[in-house]
């Protein structure tokens, strides 16, 4: 039951660059979508997040978009810092005002290259 | 910055046994979760609390799995008779309790069945 999919298992990017994850999506009854980072041996860190009702949300250096017909959505990085390097989460969610699980996808490891 | 803790962070055990794993929500929250990670594979979500009741739970929550808040912090993941295949990292989340808040995530306990 992969509902979120991250096809990129990993990606290298060259510091200073632009990283750009993606993910898909199945299930056209998720109405928010979340980016979380992950270090080894810690809990997931919320990054970014955006409603179904927009295409773009900013954040500093992260932008995420959602392209609601193609169910797809990506995490721009720019520019990418070797603290970036860490795996990502793209995640999604029916909201229900607190009943909110999260349907991860498998995640994508980003190393920044110095 | 208030944080989700769990302890312990490592637990191993004999196949068969009963494990407790012990989350501390941030303060305020509401809305308690558990997720967990078998290495090498995707977050998935186990279980919703709010109001001393289960909201959700999933397939993988079976008879096995219980949930409890046993006091005004706590928050509890009891195994009743651990398989080898509960090997993964489990993660405790909370969220305060408006629609879209992100959830907070703990550092994870690594359960180990032997």
């Known amino acids: 039951d992969q509902q979120v999919k991250q096809n990129s298992p990993s990606l290298s990017v060259q510091e200073g660059r632009i990283s750009i994850l993606n993910c898909d999506y199945t299930n056209s009854m998720f109405d928010y979508f979340l980016w979380y980072k992950k270090y080894p041996a810690e809990g997931p860190t919320f990054l970014i997040s955006?409603?179904?009702?927009?295409d773009k949300n900013e954040d500093g250096r992260f932008t995420v978009f959602l392209n609601k017909s193609a169910k797809h959505l990506s995490l721009h990085i720019v520019p990418s810092q070797p603290g970036d390097s860490a795996v990502y989460f793209c995640?999604?969610?029916?909201?229900?005002?607190?009943?909110?699980?999260?349907?991860f996808g498998t995640g994508t490891r980003l190393t920044i290259i110095p | 910055e208030p944080e989700v803790t769990q302890t312990p962070s490592h637990q191993v055990t004999q196949m068969g046994q009963e494990v407790i794993l012990r989350c501390v929500p941030i303060s305020n929250h509401l809305y308690f979760y558990w997720y967990r990670q078998i290495l090498g594979q995707k977050v998935e979500f186990l279980v919703s609390?709010?109001?001393?009741?289960?909201?959700?739970k999933s397939e993988i929550f079976d008879d096995q799995f219980s949930v409890e808040r046993p006091d005004g912090s706590n928050f509890t993941l009891k195994i009743r008779s651990t398989k080898l295949e509960d090997s993964a990292m489990y993660f405790c989340a909370s969220i305060g309790g408006r629609s879209t808040d992100t959830q907070y995530f703990g550092p994870g306990t690594r359960l180990t069945v032997l």
């Open positions: 995640a999604a969610m029916l909201q229900d005002f607190g009943n909110e699980k999260l349907t």
């Open positions: 955006i409603s179904s009702i927009k």
């Open positions: 609390f709010y109001n001393n009741e289960i909201s959700e």
